[in-house]
């Protein structure tokens, strides 16, 4: 079994900055792709910054040159900087990762809990 586990959302004013941790742990041969999500009340679920399988990253239109997505593979951590916070990137944010539990496994899909972002004054 894997486990994400999510960490630093919060509270914090149009124009801040917060920086989200998902540490994956449990039975990981090898994380395929890994990325951050997030979901805002009423919506789908919407893709924010990824690692692609082929270790390229890709993010949505509405976050370029404000997000940026890291991982330290040492740690099977991934972090999301974000800056120039605005009221519209208020959502839970979930990290999803593609792991191989095992040298011939298949690939699952895990999800972590979500943390919360709220960009208000």
């Known amino acids: 079994q894997v486990q994400l586990v999510e960490s630093g959302g919060g509270l914090v004013q149009p124009g801040g900055s917060l920086r989200l941790s998902c540490a994956a742990s449990?039975?990981?041969?090898?994380?395929?792709?890994m990325g951050w999500h997030r979901q805002a009340p009423g919506k789908q679920r919407e893709l924010v910054a990824a690692?692609?399988?082929?270790?390229?990253?890709d993010y949505a239109d509405s976050v370029k040159g404000r997000f940026t997505i890291s991982r330290d593979n040492t740690k099977n951590t991934m972090y999301l900087q974000m800056n120039s916070l605005k009221p519209e990137d208020t959502a839970v944010y979930y990290c999803?990762?593609?792991?191989?539990?095992?040298?011939?496994?298949?690939?699952?899909?895990?999800w972590g809990q979500g943390t919360q972002v709220t960009v208000s004054s």
């Open positions: 690692f692609t399988s082929g270790g390229n990253t």
């Open positions: 449990g039975s990981i041969f090898s994380i395929n792709a």
């Open positions: 999803k990762a593609i792991v191989r539990t095992t040298r011939n496994s298949p690939e699952y899909q895990y």
